[in-house]
């Protein structure tokens, strides 16, 4: 078929029963995080988080960064797929939210794999550059503010090795990234990056119509 099927409340109810493979630990951290204020809207799906995990697998991935911990759903996600010596470097402006998904992460048996990081992210960014040199991760996933994002996008292509894939969530931003009227810093960040993911020659490219947009870059 040549058509986008629309996804309504009935289908996506199905979809989770037929792929959805969750457990107690990942419920528990998602219904936390959603008692927190925007919780819900800021963390990511349940099948995101799933999918995040497979792509690891796909890859081959040892060496994982992601740019917005939040509550560290999609941290634990990623940090149970890695395969033993993996590791994953996730990064946040403050420790307050980080420190709700610590304890998941410790009970998940994976916190030993996990290095958060406390600041700016163009700081960490270029930290981890000067430190570990172009090249150093697998995959980078980006899920943090939004007005950065092109920033973000240059700098893990700086950090992610050739073959190495960068994730991006939010790449719709709420049906805003159409919509002339949206004129704020975060619409205008999501937006400038995806008008340049699509004629940057230096990745392969797919922007998946899942959950709020995800984009795939695959550097050459």
């Given at each position: 078929m040549?058509?986008?099927?629309?996804?309504?409340?009935?289908?996506?109810?199905?979809?989770?029963?037929?792929?959805?493979?969750?457990?107690?630990?990942?419920?528990?951290?998602r219904e936390a995080t959603a008692e927190l204020p925007a919780g819900t809207a800021m963390q990511v799906m349940a099948e995101e988080g799933q999918l995040l995990a497979l792509l690891i697998g796909l890859i081959g991935a040892q060496n994982v960064l992601?740019?917005?911990?939040?509550?560290?759903?999609?941290?634990?996600?990623?940090?149970?797929?890695?395969?033993?010596?993996?590791?994953?470097?996730?990064?946040?402006?403050?420790?307050?939210?980080?420190?709700?998904?610590?304890?998941?992460?410790?009970?998940?048996?994976?916190?030993?794999?996990?290095?958060?990081?406390?600041?700016a992210a163009a700081d960490t960014l270029a930290g981890l550059l000067a430190e570990r040199g172009p090249g150093s991760f697998d995959l980078v996933f980006i899920d943090a503010d939004k007005a950065n994002y092109p920033h973000?996008?240059?700098?893990?292509?700086?950090?992610?090795?050739?073959?190495?894939l960068i994730v991006v969530d939010n790449?719709?931003?709420?049906?805003?990234?159409?919509?002339?009227?949206?004129?704020?810093?975060?619409?205008?960040?999501?937006?400038?990056?995806?008008?340049?993911l699509r004629d940057d020659p230096r990745v392969e490219l797919s922007l998946l119509v899942m959950a709020d947009g995800i984009t795939l870059a695959r550097k050459l």
């Open positions: 040549a058509h986008q099927t629309e996804a309504g409340a009935q289908l996506l109810d199905y979809v989770r029963q037929v792929s959805l493979r969750d457990d107690d630990l990942l419920r528990e951290l992601e740019i917005g911990t939040f509550t560290g759903y999609s941290t634990l996600c990623m940090a149970r797929a890695l395969p033993p010596g993996g590791q994953l470097v996730t990064c946040d402006i403050e420790g307050r939210w980080p420190a709700i998904g610590a304890d998941y992460w410790k009970r998940a048996g994976v916190g030993d794999r996990i290095e958060l990081r406390i600041g973000y996008y240059q700098a893990s292509l700086e950090l992610v090795r050739s073959g190495g790449t719709l931003f709420f049906g805003r990234v159409a919509d002339p009227a949206a004129q704020d810093a975060d619409t205008l960040g999501v937006r400038a990056l995806n008008s340049a």
